[in-house]
């Protein structure tokens, strides 16, 4: 009898756990905007000095500037 109890209970710990998770679909703070990359964010004091927020090819230049300093054979000459 007692350990008909133990399992009974046992096994409704576990059924109760399982009801408990969060739905895992995209809330609206994970969706991604639908503005192109190069438009920019309003108002960031991360900005790169001499980019333009919407001008996609100083953007452009700008990522390829960054680009020239992760390069080690560039960085050493």
Do not use: I
Not at 61 to 72: I, P, Y
């Amino acid at each position: 009898m007692r350990t008909l109890a133990l399992a009974t209970a046992l096994t409704l710990a576990t059924l109760l756990a399982a009801c408990g998770d969060k739905a895992q679909t995209a809330s609206t703070a994970y969706k991604k905007s639908d503005a192109p990359a190069y438009e920019g964010v309003k108002d960031s004091p991360y900005v790169a000095p001499g980019w333009q927020a919407g001008d996609r090819v100083s953007w452009q230049h700008q990522l390829n500037e960054r680009a020239k300093f992760q390069n080690e054979y560039v960085r050493v000459q």
